[in-house]
């Protein structure tokens, strides 16, 4: 039996529009991902955070203060 694969990118963009962050993930039979981000360093500022799937794209904006 074969387990279902999900394509999972994450991201994270600045308000240029350039992507700082990006990692792939493959997860195998699952529906949760547990992944971190350090963003110590980067300027403060509004950042979007996209979760990007087959099933559509799903983003929340956040704020480094």
Partial sequence: L?????????????????????????????????YSFDLTGYPEGVYRVELRTSNGILGRNVIIE
């Fill in 2 to 34: 074969l387990q279902q694969v999900n394509e999972i990118t994450i991201a994270v963009i600045n308000v240029l529009g350039q992507t700082i962050v990006k990692s792939n993930h493959a997860v195998f039979g699952s529906n949760e991902l547990k």
